[in-house]
Nanobody
Framework: QVQLVESGGGLVQAGDSLRLSCAAS????????MGWFRQAPGKEREFAAY????????FYANSVKGRFTISRDNAKNTVYLQMNSLKPEDTAVYSC???????????????WGQGTQVTVSS
């Protein structure tokens, strides 16, 4: 079965960096667009970034543009989210997702990981 497993979350201070990883199995990873989404307590799931299947195309939410970088290694079936200059408002559970479209809509993604908590203190 398809599994997406996130790692790399934690508790950091404002201004720090974190790199999240999402290891995929059970699917042809190189055929899927990979996205990162986040959900803060009491809020709806929010798009952060996606990367095309080849890695040549990326797209970011305005809230993270210039601070976050999404990348992938198709040989390792892994997608990454490098997060720099973290802010308290970045605190959320971050989940990776696999889909067929270049999209910032959660409903366009077929497979989801369980998520990893990122907490940014001020």
């Amino acid at each position: 079965q398809v599994q997406l497993v996130e790692s790399g979350g934690g508790l950091v201070q404002a201004g720090d960096s974190l790199r999240l990883s999402c290891a995929a199995s059970g699917l042809t990873f190189s055929s899927y667009t990979m996205g990162w989404f986040r959900q803060a307590p009491g809020k709806e799931r929010e798009f952060a970034a996606y990367i095309s299947s080849t890695g040549r195309s990326t797209f970011y939410a305005n809230s993270v543009k210039g601070r976050f970088t999404i990348s992938r290694d198709n040989a390792k079936n892994t997608v990454y989210l490098q997060m720099n200059s973290l802010k308290p408002e970045d605190t959320a559970v971050y989940s990776c997702a696999a889909g067929a479209l270049h999209s910032d809509y959660p409903s366009h993604y077929h497979y989801w990981g369980q998520g990893t908590q990122v907490t940014v203190s001020s």
